[in-house]
Nanobody, 124 residues
Framework: QVQLAESGGGLVQPGGSLRLSCAGS????????IGWFRQAPGKEREGVSC????????HTADSVKGRFTISRDNAKNTVYLQMNNLKPEDTAVYYC?????????????????WGQGTQVTVSS
């Protein structure tokens, strides 16, 4: 089973950018569809973006479309989430997760392996 570790979170001002990394170990991430999710205090976990295995199509939530971009670096066994024009409502713990199915989805219950999360805070 793959192990996932997120990094890259932090405090950023509104309008700023961050790049989150999801590093895989144990197995190649190319075997999996990888999703990014976030959870703000008192709210349910929501899907942000995913990149499917194989054809590597991407699917991004409307709330971040045009601002967030997901990508893979297979040589580094890492999936990134580039976040631009950040807003206070993007503040949350961000998680990456993996599922073996190639179906593109932002449904958290479909993902079996999860990282520990990284905090993103957008505030002036």
């Amino acid at each position: 089973q793959v192990q996932l570790a997120e990094s890259g979170g932090g405090l950023v001002q509104p309008g700023g950018s961050l790049r989150l990394s999801c590093a895989g170990s144990g197995l190649p991430l190319t075997l999996y569809t990888i999703g990014w999710f976030r959870q703000a205090p008192g709210k349910e976990r929501e899907g942000v973006s995913c990149i499917s295995r194989g054809v590597e199509s991407t699917h991004t939530a409307d709330s971040v479309k045009g601002r967030f971009t997901i990508s893979r670096d297979n040589a580094k066994n890492t999936v990134y989430l580039q976040m631009n024009n950040l807003k206070p409502e993007d503040t949350a713990v961000y998680y990456c997760a993996a599922k073996f199915s190639g179906t593109s989805s932002l449904e958290p219950s479909e993902f079996r392996s999860w990282g520990q999360g990284t905090q993103v805070t957008v505030s002036s």
